[in-house]
């Protein structure tokens, strides 16, 4: 490997005039002696902890743990906060600020004498945005993850986040439990440090961060209290010192190849929807080739090997006991569905890092030969209702839907929906297609989680439990159903879905890789040229900034100026 000459943060802390003295004084007073400034690699410890996010908030411990490594390896750690985003709390959605939190990472990290940097993430959207932060820069990068929380149990019985908050807030409309009850679910579901325990986007990016090499192994599935996730948070900080001095910056790990292990790995563990629209703008960050139809392609017939909720019944502990990801990659490496030789930041390529892990728990990570599902991969589908795509993803859906025609029943926002759906009179059968229309990047600013549409009560009061449901929004990795999301273009722009009416017959086949709308050219274009946008007017700050610059679902929704990368140049001297 090549060593880098000089190191970026010789720049601030090498020179012996004002300039050098300004830099190293003011560090001085932390009590950082003379020789930290002797030419080891500064790394940032780039941490998202905050009480406003429940995921993260054991992050100090884990940056304590990070920050030993580096002074065992050799390097001078300097921690630095940027914008948390937790997906319990933030209104309207995380995903809106993601961008944002992305800029804050890569500002913070060209702007100072950072030689590398650890990212401390884990709430959905901070993994992404941390990655997309730290790819714009292209320093030498390791990514640590929270860790998924401890089983929830409830009346004796494991339950999931997300996945189970769905189910039991429907039981709650339909009458099926007591508010004390889902009261007494809330208190044990959620009883330790750590992202959500289900394969939902927390959880789908941990494993998506080991699968692409920037994470050490091991990362994507030890419990956020397990003693062995600050163990990897030690080994990570000594490594990154490896990394800086090696010149092995993020662009050497994240390459095409890299991605394709992960749509792969995504189809294994019956990822998250979520995944598409991450990868595809960190791709775009780095000038990679990546689309819609490279998800299609690569995850088609890619079985899902793992049993975990939203698509099975275990949770992430379990398949951390199980053998974790480790397992899943051999299976699939196994059967020449990875890249082997791609490399990862501990030095060694996937196919080392994977090839004798062991399995042990075949109820919980199947074989290759048996799996739990047949077909894991997100689906691509195209037609005159989504030009350039929507997804819907096989192993949360039911079987019988796959395939289905039926009559439209539209929402044209989401306060429409949430103001007719428990109306008796509401003219839907489990036969229909419910539509929701003005939840895309623009039309709700930040492509809400609101893709699964909660059926009607009188619908569940029969045993109604999914119906096929069509949106450009986002949903919650933790949901379920035959659920169609990111239709693109999106409805406030114009999109075919904004054409859409009550009544209108909707194809849905999977196998096809179809959703057409079955109503006349003709009759499609008078409703076109009688179109209102529905963008929302956004005055100022970064809404408005996001409103104007937001990208379509199917290229990242990323903002059009952030496409690319800048590099890891050093920025003019401030005297």
């Not at 004002?18 to 950082?32: D, E």
């Not at 992050?59 to 304590?64: E, N, Q, S, V, Y």
């Not at 494991?158 to 039991?168: D, F, P």
Request: with cysteine; glycine share 10%; net charge negative.
């Amino acid at each position: 490997m090549s060593v880098r000459k000089e190191l970026r943060s010789r720049a601030w802390f090498a020179r012996q005039d004002q300039n050098g003295f300004y830099y190293r004084s003011w560090l001085k007073n932390s009590g950082i002696p003379q020789d930290q400034f002797d030419g080891r690699p500064v790394i940032g410890i780039c941490n998202t902890w905050s009480e406003l996010t429940p995921c993260n908030t054991h992050f100090k411990t884990l940056a304590d743990h990070v920050r030993w490594g580096i002074l065992e390896a050799g390097g001078f750690p300097l921690e630095f906060p940027v914008t948390s985003l937790g997906e319990t709390m933030l209104r309207p959605t995380a995903m809106l600020y993601r961008n944002l939190a992305s800029m804050d990472v890569e500002e913070s990290i060209r702007a100072n004498p950072l030689d590398g940097v650890v990212l401390l993430m884990g709430c959905d959207k901070t993994t992404p945005a941390l990655l997309m932060g730290a790819a714009s820069v292209d320093v030498p990068s390791i990514g640590i993850s929270a860790g998924p929380m401890l089983r929830g149990v409830y009346q004796g019985k494991y339950i999931g986040s997300g996945t189970n908050t769905i189910s039991m807030s429907e039981q709650l409309r339909s009458g099926e439990i007591t508010l004390s009850q889902y009261h007494e679910a809330e208190a044990g579901m959620h009883r330790s440090h750590g992202t959500g325990m289900t394969m939902g986007t927390a959880s789908t990016m941990a494993c998506l961060v080991e699968a692409l090499g920037i994470s050490l192994p091991g990362n994507a599935a030890i419990p956020a209290v397990d003693a062995r996730r600050n163990l990897l948070a030690r080994e990570s900080g000594r490594r990154i010192v490896d990394l800086v001095k090696q010149d092995v910056v993020m662009s050497r790990i994240i390459t095409r190849q890299a991605l394709e292990n992960a749509v792969r790995v995504n189809a294994g563990i019956g990822g998250s929807t979520n995944a598409v629209i991450h990868l595809i703008a960190l791709a775009r960050r780095m000038g990679l080739p990546f689309t819609l139809d490279d998800w299609n392609d690569l995850g088609r017939n890619v079985p899902c090997l793992l049993n975990i909720m939203p698509s099975g019944k275990f949770l992430m502990e379990d398949f951390f006991e199980a053998g974790g990801l480790p397992a899943i990659i051999r299976e699939l490496g196994e059967h020449d569905l990875l890249h082997r030789e791609a490399l990862t930041v501990n030095g060694r390529s996937l196919w080392d890092n994977n090839r004798d892990a062991p399995c042990w728990n075949r109820e919980v990570i199947h074989p290759f030969g048996a799996p739990f599902k047949a077909d894991g991969g997100i689906v691509v589908l195209k037609g005159n209702l989504a030009p350039d795509g929507a997804l819907l993803k096989p192993s949360a859906a039911t079987p019988a839907l796959l395939q289905h025609t039926g009559r439209a029943v539209v929402f044209e926002s989401i306060e429409d929906l949430r103001t007719r759906i428990n109306d008796e009179a509401l003219d839907v059968d489990e036969t229909c297609v419910m539509v929701l229309k003005n939840c895309g990047p623009k039309g709700y600013p930040g492509m809400a989680e609101v893709g699964n549409l909660p059926l009607p009560p009188n619908l569940l009061k029969r045993g109604i439990t999914d119906m096929v449901r069509i949106s450009d929004a986002r949903m919650s990795g933790t949901a379920y159903g035959t659920v169609v999301l990111h239709c693109a273009p999106e409805a406030a722009v114009g999109g075919p879905l904004a054409l859409v009416q009550s009544g209108d017959l909707i194809a849905l086949d999977v196998r096809q890789r179809s959703l057409s709308l079955l109503v006349s050219e003709d009759e499609l274009e008078r409703r076109r040229a009688a179109f209102i946008p529905a963008v929302p007017a956004a005055t100022r700050g970064y809404v408005k900034l996001y409103v104007d610059h937001v990208l379509q679902a199917n290229e990242g929704a990323d903002l059009d100026f952030l496409v690319g990368g800048s590099g890891s140049g050093v920025p003019r001297d401030n005297f």
